[in-house]
Each structure stands twice: as structure tokens, then as C-alpha cells.
């Protein structure tokens, strides 16, 4: 009675077994695509390769857009937009190939499994256009990109007040191109979160929150009746006021005075060229970087870059001066604490006090001195000229004595002085030129007599 059960049993697998192979020959004559293949998850079981195309074909154009989400905002991004292309008929060969590619018996077997119910997805192959993917990703980021607003500092009276910041958000460009590509070549057109990154500002309330004292000051008097003069200054102390610097970083008094919007509104008053004074624009800015500079002394900062006038200054002693230009001619200096400043400037009627704050525990005891190690005689020299009579002389230029100087920094702590020079400041002797005249004189000869 077993054995006559274990006969039947096989009986019916074998019935089933040649059944299935007469199935997979009877679709192989029909060429059709054996049962359970799939194209990127596309049933294409039992279809011609031309069935299959536009099955394909149909899918694709009625799943052509991908929408991105990013809080109440959506964005579209149309596949054609990006030049997306599907290599379609290849994939349709490689399923119709399946069951048909190998030997009779192993192509057998494939098909016999397939009707079994395992299953096989092929790849489409696609390809994109990179720059336009990449010009849809920036259209994003100009979208949603807020820009971080940094903690704030400004003086209130004589205190000083604070303001908290407020993070950015901005687009995290690589993973949201990742997520693009993956969904092109996995054909997934479900919504899609944008991929978004805080960004952080520059200056944070717990930093800034640690500027509390008065590091240095320094003031400096100006003739209130040169009004172009006087408007250089209101404006390039303005222009350098209310800035924060993060520890090491450094200040640049040019990058702040040459942009066209600040330099549209100096006006011509002296300044100083080739050792000689000259109407220029921006005349009186120089003194504006020579308070601040002083300042800085006062507050301990390192000065990374400093030059002296040509001719001493008529509003602060030989050494202690700080001229500016373009190019490198520029007063810098660098925040060589470990937390925050914060430079003002307050321009009154005759006078300018710049000021550098930071954390009371970087106050120092500091002494500005400078000592004149040379005094430089100028040269007096001759030249002739047509225009004065012989014993005739002008003096066409003055002479001025030049200096070496140098400028020392003294800190001072629990009795102990400490001695850094700063900078060796030379102005050069201008010559006196004195012209001599060569023209002669005419003499009169004629002489009184009687008329005939």
C-alpha cells in the first residue's frame, strides 16, 4: 500500500514536471517572455518584446515627475527636464534572453523554476544629464536657503547690549543629489524629503556675551572747520565701527574703507603724497587708523601690519601714526585672545575715540612709549633760474628734519615690566631748495646833453 503511494506521488510530479516543460516550450514558440520576469519591478511575464516595450514605454510617461517636499513647499522635478534616457529595448532582449540563452537542459530548468514562482527583476539601464541635475539642485538651494543672523553686539549708552542669533538652513547638495540619482535608476517616484542642513552664523550669543569691558581707548583732536576733512572722518569711522573679531582673526582697515559705496562719499581734503601735502580723496582717514590704532596698542592686540607717514602728524607724536592706502600700505592687526572684540569708534565735534572691548580677563596694564634714536639734518640745495635778477635767491622748498623713532609696548604686572618693540618708524629729511637768479640787468647809459 506505501510503495503504491510513493508510485503515485512521482507519477504526478513527473506529470506536473513535463507539463510545465511543454508550458515553457509552448511560450518559447510563442516568443513571449517567460512567467515572473520583471523590468525594474514592471511585469513583462508572458508578453512579446514589443509588448513588453511599450509597457515600459506607457509606465514611464505616466511616471515622468519626482516631487520634493521641504515644510509647506513642493518642487517638481520632470524627468525630461533632465535628460533622462532608458535604454529600453536592451533590457526587453535580456528578459526575453531568460530561459533561452543557456543549454536545452539548464534553459529547462530556468523555465521550470519560473513557473515554480521565483522571480526575476532586470535593470534598466538610464543616463542623466549632470548639469542639468545640478542646475535643478541650485534653483533648490535659492529657494530654501535662509541665512544664518549672527549674534549681535552694540552699545546702549554707555553699556553694552546683546542680541542672540538665528541659524541658517541650507541645502545639503551632495545627499540631495544622491537621493536624485538613486530615484532615476530605482525608477521611484514617491515624494521625497529635501535634505536640509543648519547653518551655523558666524558670531554666537555665548561668545559675543563675553565681550564685558574696556581692553584700550584712545582719542585724537581734528580742526572742526575742514568739513571735507571732518566728513572723511564721520565716514571711515563709521565704515570701521561695530566690528566683531573671533580669536585669530584679523582686521583689515582697507577692506573696510574700499568698497564703492563707502568710497562714493569721501570728499577731497589734504593728504599726504610723496612727502608733500596735496588735495586727495579720503584726507583725514589716516587719523581715523591712527586712533584705532593706538587703541589696539592699548588693548594688547598683535599688530601684523603698520606704517608710518612720510611727514610726522600735527595730532599725535612721532611713532604712535598709522597711514593707509591701497595695496599693502594698510593697518592690520589680529585678535590673539581666546575670545571676541568688539571695535567702536564716537566722532564729536573736534575730537575721535576709538575703542576696543573684549573679556576683562585680557585686560593689561600697558605704556605706549617711543624714543627718537636719530634726528636726521636735511641738506640744503642750489638751483639757478631765469626768472630772478643775479643776487636774487627764493626759497622754492623748505627743509624738514627726519627721524628715526622707535615704539615701544610696556606691560606691566605685579611688579614686573615687560619690553616689546613694535615698529622702527622712519621719516625721511625733506631738502631745502633755495634758487638763486641768473638774469642780468640791463644798464642805462644814456646821458643828459643839449639839443643842436
Known sequence: MKRLKIITVLIAVGIFFLGSINVAQAKNNEEKICKNIYVENIDVSELTREEAQKKIEKFIKEHNQIIFINEDSKFVLNINDIGVNYNIRNSVQEAYNIGR??????????????????????????????????????????????????????????????????????????????????????????????????VAPKYLY???????????????????????????????????????????????????????????????APVIINGKLKQGSGGGLCQVSTTLYNAALYAGLEITNVKNHSIPSSYISKGRDATISTGDIDLRFKNNFETPIFITHKVYDNKIVSTIYGNEENKKDIE??????????????????????????????????????????IYKSNGDVVKELIKENYYPPMDKIVIYGTKKKIQNNNLNGEVM
Open 368 to 409: 605706549i612709549i617711543t624714543e627718537i634714536v636719530k634726528s636726521l639734518p636735511y641738506r640744503t640745495k642750489c638751483q639757478q633760474s631765469d626768472k630772478l635778477y643775479e643776487g636774487e635767491k627764493s626759497i622754492y622748498q623748505k627743509g624738514r628734519k627726519g627721524y628715526t623713532v622707535n615704539t615701544f609696548r
Open 206 to 268: 555665548d561668545d559675543i556675551c563675553k565681550i564685558n569691558s574696556v581692553l584700550g581707548t584712545y582719542e585724537t583732536y581734528f580742526n572742526p572747520n575742514i568739513y571735507n576733512r571732518v566728513n572723511n572722518i564721520r565716514v571711515g569711522a563709521k565704515a570701521t565701527s561695530n566690528i566683531i573679531l573671533n580669536p585669530t582673526e584679523e582686521f583689515s582697515f582697507n577692506s573696510y574703507i574700499q568698497s564703492p559705496d563707502v568710497k562714493c562719499q569721501f570728499k577731497k
Open 101 to 198: 540563452d543557456k543549454n536545452i537542459i539548464s534553459n529547462i530548468k530556468t523555465k521550470v523554476n519560473l513557473e515554480l514562482g521565483e522571480t526575476v527583476n532586470i535593470h534598466l539601464n538610464k543616463s542623466y544629464n549632470n548639469e542639468k541635475i545640478q542646475a535643478f539642485i541650485e534653483n533648490i538651494e535659492q529657494n530654501i536657503s535662509r541665512l544664518p543672523i549672527n549674534a549681535s553686539i552694540s552699545l546702549d549708552g554707555e553699556n553694552l547690549a546683546y542680541e542672540r542669533e538665528t541659524y541658517g538652513i541650507g541645502l545639503d547638495k551632495g545627499k540631495f543629489k544622491r537621493i536624485i540619482i538613486t530615484k532615476i535608476n530605482e525608477m521611484n517616484y514617491e515624494k521625497e524629503e529635501i535634505p536640509t542642513i543648519s
